[in-house]
């Protein structure tokens, strides 16, 4: 099994470009997650869906839209990319099948200039 | 709402020195915390979870709900154990876990 495999490793974006971050998952999980890490800040939960079709915003979702088309799939979007958008970005899924155990991505190291 | 707190930064050890990185949490029902690990420019991982109640690569944790806090342990640090600490927590039936803000862990040799 791969796990969670997000896409791509690494991005540099101009300010105002926008870019999809892929996040893809083969474990069957019902929710997934995307978190923004920040030194000093922590994981800061952005966006969240408990299935597909269903999301909802977390702490810190402006900025950023996702979808949840299929259960294996969970795509975060840049609209208007902004230098304070720059950070490394996980993703995560979890699901009754793993118990409550969160499996992450390798993460995607975001630089906007 | 949840919350978890952990208060230091950065700790720093010479090898063979107890570690404890401290964790509290405000939750008003019953949580489950986990601590989770990152080494350098790696995923993060699991660690352990407090249902467990089991030791990993010499690591415990106890959830004290008197003190509301889960701090983690180890008798004598190896430099292997540098890395990245996250304690989360799990509430409401919920599967999308809180993170406190980390505390890096320095074993120096």
């Known amino acids: 099994n791969a796990g969670v495999t997000q896409t791509p490793k690494f991005q540099v974006l101009k300010t105002g470009q926008s870019m999809t971050l892929q996040c893809a998952q083969d474990m069957n999980h019902e929710y997934m997650s995307w978190y923004r890490q920040d030194p000093g800040m922590g994981l800061r939960l952005i966006h969240y869906s408990v299935g597909a079709g269903i999301t909802d915003q977390g702490e810190v979702p402006n900025g950023y839209n996702v979808s949840r088309s299929t259960t294996e799939d969970f795509p975060l979007r840049l609209l208007s990319a902004a230098p304070s958008q720059t950070s490394v970005y996980f993703c995560a899924s979890s699901g009754r099948a793993g118990g409550t155990e969160a499996f992450f991505g390798q993460g995607t190291r975001l630089t906007v200039v | 709402a949840q919350r978890v707190t952990q208060p230091e930064k950065l700790l720093s050890v010479f090898k063979g020195a107890p570690v404890e990185l401290k964790c509290n949490y405000s939750?008003?029902?019953?949580?489950?915390l986990f601590w989770y690990v990152q080494y350098s420019r790696q995923r993060l991982q699991l660690l352990l979870r407090?249902?467990s109640r089991e030791s990993i690569k010499g690591f415990t944790a106890d959830l004290n709900k008197g003190e509301t806090s889960f701090h983690l342990k180890k008798p004598f640090a190896q430099e292997e154990d540098s890395a990245m600490y996250y304690c989360?927590?799990?509430?409401?039936?919920?599967?999308?876990?809180?993170f406190g803000r980390g505390t890096s862990l320095i074993v120096h040799p």
């Open positions: 939750y008003s029902g019953s949580p489950e």
């Open positions: 989360a927590l799990l509430s409401g039936g919920s599967y999308i876990p809180t």
């Open positions: 407090h249902i």
